[in-house]
């Protein structure tokens, strides 16, 4: 028996009919909207490349990234001390480059002494502005197998300069966990906290900060001269004996402080991606 979308089934209330010819409309809306929502899902999946495939198959784009913006890899902002009675700078921006644990319930950044790190902006589509002071370091988690992979994959690129430039730290020893910093953004003529002169080398204090406690660096070794000079920091892995990061995802907490300036900086680590 043949029955027409308008017709009422016996038995049913016939206000059914009416959402019957409404399905069809419903559909033609859901269906797109489920479409849109599993592509985008996809693209997000798909922007951690390194977990979709080898590094043989990384974009020059791709493993600069890794080295500059990862997990592994962050550009943060310098915070100088006062002096005298000048105050420290503080340019509010919003929430942009706000640790997610200092966001209020309002939805303010509660981060102190808080300046937008500088942005190529020829380099990504949705760069901020510069601004003016603006001081950043690059801070780099080395121990961290994609990282290394992406150092290797520039060189097969036939990238050595730009290898060197980045300061890749000279060695990974197994017992450590390697931090390097490399001077991004100088923002005023002269600052060079890196440098090596033959007086010595700056006086730098560093320490790492996880759930089990804080440790400072065995070594510090510095590399580099001009704006490739950098210092790499070699921390203990153990703790009184115990492992300075848990089995699962773990954080650790990064502190550097120099002659007037400091930075911090957040890791959120997977031990999946660790050496």
Not at 54 to 65: D, I, M, N, T, Y
Not at 112 to 133: I, W, Y
Not at 149 to 160: C, P, T, V
Not at 204 to 229: C, D, H, Q, Y
Request: glycine share 8%; hydrophobic share 40%.
């Amino acid at each position: 028996m043949k029955v027409s979308g308008n017709a009422a089934i016996p038995g049913l209330p016939r206000s059914h009919g009416r959402w019957a010819g409404l399905l069809p409309a419903a559909f033609r809306t859901i269906l797109p909207m489920a479409t849109l929502f599993f592509g985008l899902s996809a693209f997000v999946r798909a922007d951690d490349f390194w977990k979709q495939k080898p590094p043989a198959q990384w974009s020059h784009a791709e493993a600069l990234k890794l080295v500059r913006h990862s997990p592994w890899a962050k550009v943060e902002a310098v915070v100088f001390f006062r002096r005298e009675n000048q105050a420290s700078y503080s340019i509010p921006t919003g929430t942009r480059h706000c640790d997610p644990d200092t966001i209020n319930a309002n939805g303010e950044c509660m981060q102190k002494m808080r300046v937008e790190p500088p942005v190529d902006s020829s380099q990504q589509p949705n760069g901020a502005p510069r601004l003016s002071p603006s001081t950043a370091f690059l801070v780099r988690w080395e121990s961290a197998a994609p990282v290394n992979q992406a150092f290797a994959r520039l060189e097969e690129l036939g990238e050595h300069a730009l290898v060197t430039f980045q300061a890749q730290a000279p060695r990974l020893p197994a017992d450590r966990y390697v931090i390097t910093v490399k001077l991004d953004q100088p923002g005023f003529v002269g600052f060079e906290p890196f440098a090596v002169t033959p007086a010595g080398s700056p006086d730098l204090r560093a320490t790492l900060k996880t759930r089990r406690g804080t440790v400072a660096p065995l070594e510090i070794e510095f590399t580099g001269t001009g704006a490739s000079s950098s210092v790499h920091f070699y921390f203990p892995r153990t703790l009184d004996g115990a492992p300075l990061l848990g089995p699962g995802l773990d954080t650790a907490e990064f502190s550097l402080q120099g002659a007037g300036f400091a930075a911090h900086s957040k890791f959120r680590l997977d031990p999946d991606f660790l050496h």
